[in-house]
């Protein structure tokens, strides 16, 4: 059997919206969910009790950082990636792949996986299907990515034919490598670039494999945001619906809106904390940014519709003293409120979904969150 498994508990009745269970070794989440990121083994600015307070189920670590610092076999003695950095709770480690293609001219694809240098000291190295898939086996989470490819957009379509092909093939050489398979489930990635003949032949190839879950790769990379949604509508169709589908890097309530209702089911992103680190706040009527001069009297909360720790105790005034002043706690304080923020809205578009008002909810959320009032609600 395996160690991760996805119950479907209900579709909604006018889009492709779902709520379901996705059980594994530490706990069951509840889906769709937003997964916040601990790239190096913590979520930045936060501390793990935080995270549980605030209704987080599942955390994301990265395989590629970790295997740089402090190394799998630490992590191994330690008793595995919960224990190290004392969570224990569901953990989903990233295979490496994106940030090996982030580093640009500092790394060589072949067919053996990829050859690169360390951007923490330039030490030589080669992260294969084989390597990610055994430092993933120590760290022990509870879902491994496999090592794949993302594409860059554009691409033309022989690169993204040839490339996705190569991801196919390094997917088979993760399936066999992966040794753990009582304790960790490996996902597969779906690629394709924004060729929707790619798109349906990678699919074809990862769901023969038979795995627990699927991902959506290569999408969020700079494409136009209607193009995304776009690939997005017929990728899921292409899934199975009893598997969980996953779409990587994507973080923003818009994002999050759309693919719920095409049908996906876990999102991850560093942008809650990385928009906190500089000074920007996620709220029911748009995002802004703590730093303006408007807030230097500004006694109100952050979000008067949020009820976190952030909200309940801090005013606008307060944090953007915090910020001008360079005090850690700045990053603490608008980080604990992005990431509740995004946590509390997978929340209740959970809701939404189980008394089939998902279209109501978008509708209200978007009236009211002028980052998308006037682009987005008249396509609703």
């Not at 190839?205 to 991902?215: K, R, T």
Request: hydrophobic letters at 35%; aromatic letters at 10%.
């Amino acid at each position: 059997m395996d160690a991760v498994t996805f119950k479907l508990i209900k579709k909604d009745k006018h889009t492709k919206a779902r709520r379901g269970q996705l059980r594994t070794p530490h706990g069951t989440v509840e889906t769709p969910i937003f997964m916040p990121v601990g790239t190096a083994a913590t979520v930045k600015a936060m501390k793990p009790e935080e995270l549980r307070d605030m209704g987080a189920q599942i955390i994301l670590s990265n395989t590629y950082h970790l295997y740089l610092r402090p190394g799998a076999e630490i992590v191994r003695e330690a008793g595995g990636l919960h224990k190290f950095m004392n969570w224990n709770g569901p953990i989903l480690t990233d295979s490496g792949g994106f940030q090996v293609f982030s580093l640009g001219n500092m790394r060589k694809l072949t067919e053996e996986g990829a050859s690169f240098r360390s951007h923490i000291d330039g030490s030589p190295h080669m992260l294969s299907p084989e390597k990610s898939i055994e430092v993933q086996n120590a760290l022990g989470s509870d879902i491994i990515m496999a090592f794949d490819e993302c594409i860059p957009y554009p691409a033309e379509h022989d690169y993204v034919r040839k490339s996705t092909d190569r991801t196919t093939r390094w997917l088979e050489r993760c399936q066999k490598a992966h040794q753990n398979t009582s304790q960790q489930s490996l996902f597969g990635i779906m690629q394709g670039g924004m060729y929707e003949d790619l798109r349906r032949r990678s699919a074809a190839d990862i769901v023969s494999l038979d795995l627990p879950g699927y991902a959506i790769g290569g999408l969020s990379v700079g494409e136009p945001r209607e193009l995304m949604y776009q690939v997005l509508d017929y990728s899921t169709d292409l899934l199975p619906e009893n598997k969980p589908r996953y779409v990587m890097g994507v973080g923003t309530p818009d994002h999050l809106f759309e693919g719920v209702e095409r049908g996906v089911d876990m999102f991850d992103c560093v942008l809650p904390t990385r928009l906190a680190r500089n000074g920007a706040a996620m709220t029911s009527t748009g995002q802004i940014s703590i730093k303006k001069a408007e807030y230097e009297r500004d006694f109100t909360p952050l979000d008067h519709e949020c009820d976190c720790y952030t909200c309940r105790n801090y005013s606008r005034a307060y944090l953007r003293h915090l910020f001008k002043s360079n005090e850690i706690m700045s990053s603490m304080l608008l980080s604990y409120h992005n990431l509740y923020f995004l946590i509390n809205l997978m929340k209740n578009i959970r809701k939404a979904i189980e008394e089939d008002r998902f279209m109501d909810y978008k509708r209200e959320f978007y009236s009211k969150y002028s980052d998308y009032r006037t682009t987005l609600l008249q396509d609703i």
